[in-house]
């Protein structure tokens, strides 16, 4: 070796290459199981490592937004500023036009705080008492936020909807929330006799986020 070369630095873990491959932490502002499922399947190959509100033990905020849209910037910076790391957040819910838009932002406690999904079901059945499948027209929406800190001021956001109705007896036993009343009129199947495949694709959520990583991916 000449006298003036200088040899390179050894390829360990600690070179600048390899910290550059090293994950980002991205939490995902839920503690649903049902939501954490999706996101998951629909995060699968992202360049982030994944945990959730839930793992984290963080503690859920108080959603007091008056919109889908609200709430999900809401939950984002909540679980920004509580765990130091990138978030993203979605709120989401069941639009019914026979109720005017109800349940609306209060889906997921329809029929009061700490209701679970028979419950909200069993309230959203007596509402629409009566009605012909006609009148029962609603959609599912979905407002998604990503946020790198707490403090970013120019959040990224996606928003969807799912069109449907809903039966007055439920079909399936897949999906969550309202799935099993959710009829499909063009597939013939309500939302919880889907494959999680067929549902992520076809879904609020799953086209929100699918708009959302394209929109992350053009961020400078």
């Not at 994950?23 to 503690?31: D, Q, S």
Request: net charge neutral.
């Amino acid at each position: 070796m000449p006298h003036n070369s200088v040899p390179a630095p050894p390829k360990g873990p600690e070179t600048a290459g390899t910290l550059s491959r090293v994950p980002r932490r991205l939490v995902i502002a839920t503690g649903n199981a049902g939501k954490l499922r999706e996101f998951r399947s629909l995060l699968a190959g992202s360049p982030f490592e994944l945990t959730c509100s839930a793992e984290l033990g963080l503690p859920a905020p108080d959603e007091a937004g008056a919109t889908f849209l609200a709430n999900a910037l809401l939950k984002a910076r909540h679980a920004a500023v509580l765990s130091g790391s990138a978030a993203i957040a979605d709120d989401s819910g069941l639009e019914v036009d026979a109720l005017n838009g109800a349940p609306g932002i209060y889906s997921a406690r329809y029929a009061g705080l700490g209701a679970d999904d028979a419950a909200n079901n069993a309230k959203l059945m007596h509402a629409l008492a009566g009605l012909p499948l006609e009148q029962r027209r609603a959609r599912y929406r979905c407002a998604l936020v990503f946020i790198e800190t707490a403090a970013d001021a120019k959040p990224v956001i996606a928003e969807a909807d799912w069109q449907g109705f809903i039966l007055d007896a439920p079909r399936g036993g897949g999906g969550f929330g309202y799935d099993p009343y959710f009829w499909l009129p063009d597939l013939g199947r309500t939302a919880a006799e889907l494959h999680p495949s067929e549902k992520n694709r076809l879904s609020h959520r799953g086209k929100a986020l699918r708009a959302l990583r394209d929109l992350m991916a053009a961020r400078p």
